[in-house]
């Protein structure tokens, strides 16, 4: 898992990634995901959302 503002291919294998939704410990959030090795990015805003709903802050 690693955060990144906007990418549009995966940092990995250079696959086109897809905006899709991730489950993360029960809070949905949106990610993009590589469709080919399955490598999830998150934007930082979305991680700042987990942690909220997380109650980290
Ligand atoms: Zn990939």
Do not use: E, G, L, R
């Given at each position: 898992m690693i955060m990144i503002?906007?990418?549009?291919?995966?940092?990995?294998?250079g696959t086109d990634v897809k905006r899709t939704k991730c489950t993360k410990k029960g809070v949905i959030l949106s990610c993009l995901t590589c469709q080919d090795c399955g490598e999830e990015y998150f934007t930082s805003s979305e991680l700042i959302k987990f942690d909220m709903m997380t109650g980290k802050i």
């Open positions: 503002k906007f990418m549009k291919t995966c940092y990995k294998c």
